[in-house]
């Protein structure tokens, strides 16, 4: 796991990951020891804005890696596109977080696959008590 006593290794859009407890925090580096993310979660699970932060401040004490992450947009470009979007306030924690942002910034399109891989588990939990209910109601009924 890199850290940010080492800036010099991390390039321009470089897509970093620092891992919490319950999820990973995603941000994109811009240079000089900087950090362009979604607050979100970061601050509270209802409001956020895009802004920039130290890389400190990113990681938060929990470390970081670089995500090899290579898309459309790379380097100054990637920068270019998350620099756009500072100030922006409209984070949604399933819409609108901090991995879509980076996503958006590297590939074009928004997307999480934190997101997607929780709908997936909670599909599977309520899919999984559906059928289990269905099984019991039809033994039951299979008793009359």
Known sequence: MQHAQYPDALCPGD?????????????IYISNNTVIHYSGLHRNAVSGSVCEISVDEFHAGFGFRVQNNKGRYQGQEAVKRARSRLGEDKYHLLFNNCEHFVHWVLHGKARSQQVNNA??????????????????????SERV
């Open 119 to 140: 709908l997936i588990g909670l599909t599977t939990v309520v899919l999984t008590g559906v059928g289990r209910w269905a099984l019991k109601k039809y033994r039951g």
């Open 15 to 27: 897509h970093l990951v620092s891992p919490r407890p319950g999820y990973s925090h995603h941000g």
